[in-house]
């Protein structure tokens, strides 16, 4: 982990701050937002030549690409990228792909609070970190002995719902279950999924206020799952295993969607418990988290994941989403980002943002 004292030496010789992240994920989003807040970006890209698909889009092509051959090299040229006062704005492609343990070492003023990754990368930590803020779960089976219902199992450190399967009883589990893995069993919860995107500042004073700085909440998606949300066109999912098809759970895009109304102090009441425990846990969660959520028939929330970065269902609302547009108008969450390394550079305060 880079020290807290290290990161605020590199920023005395910062001037003009350029934003920084890796060409993949939520990068558009990012670009396009630092350059809405007067930023210089730049893309880190793996390869020889910048992807192209960025001239596609020239208000969210970055000024400069930092061409690397592999996610290792960015560590070993940090300095490069600290040359040209650059801030590091992590997002899940760009912390999976160079690993978290190298992305802690990573020598570059980075947004956020890396503290995090050790409470968000550890299933049993964000288990104790959230439930121990008041978060209702899926319930968990110790054992597959104990299944007596639909259950949800997840491999350790699989992203994206990569590998997870369903099954309903202890036969069903042991048929499936790959050997030599990790894994967890949670209750399967049945409802409808809500991936809600906030953003806690630690500098704002006004707006949802909590115990420090202030809760907002930026928009709220859905993911698009192969196979598992088009399957029900071919029938019963038992009826398919005979053909070698189980569902499975890869995100492949998202579907902007709203709470219903009442729903709203509930969800707000949620994020600001997880701040809360987080400022008491490891000083703070900062910028962009989301939960990830089912909310029942009985109109209860069950949060079966939280991520502690920016999201690429926010990719949905770079002009906005129905949540941000009431708090200001074309407010992303990338610029939103940006906006906050701003408010901070004006306060003086960036160490207490960056990381
Ligand atoms: P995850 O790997 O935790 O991101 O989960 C991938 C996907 O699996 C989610 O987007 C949901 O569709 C589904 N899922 C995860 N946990 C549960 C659960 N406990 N009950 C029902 N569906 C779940």
Redesign the pocket.
Known sequence: MVARGEVSSILEDYRDLAVVTVCSHSSLQLFHGARQEGFRTIGIAIGKKPPKFYDAFPRAKPDEFFLVDSYEEILDRADELVEKSAVAVPHGSFVEYMGAKSFLKLRLPTFGNRKVLAWESDREKQREWLVGAGIDM?RRFKTPKEIDRPV?V?YYG?????G?FIAKTEAEFREAIKPGQKYTI?????GT?YYIHYFFSPLVEGGYRLSRGSLEMLGIDR?D?AN?DEMYKLGASESLIDYGLYPT?V?TGNIPVVLRESLLPTAFDMGERVVEASLDLFGGMIGPFCL?T?VTDQLKF?V??ISTRIVAGTNLFISGSPYSDLAEPNMSTGRRIAREIRLAQKKGRLADILS
Do not use: D, M, N, T
């Open positions: 899926p949800f997840k699989a992203k994206g719902g990569k997870a949670q209750e399967y919860v049945v999924r993911r799952e598992i759970f995100v990830e089912i069950k079966f994941e």
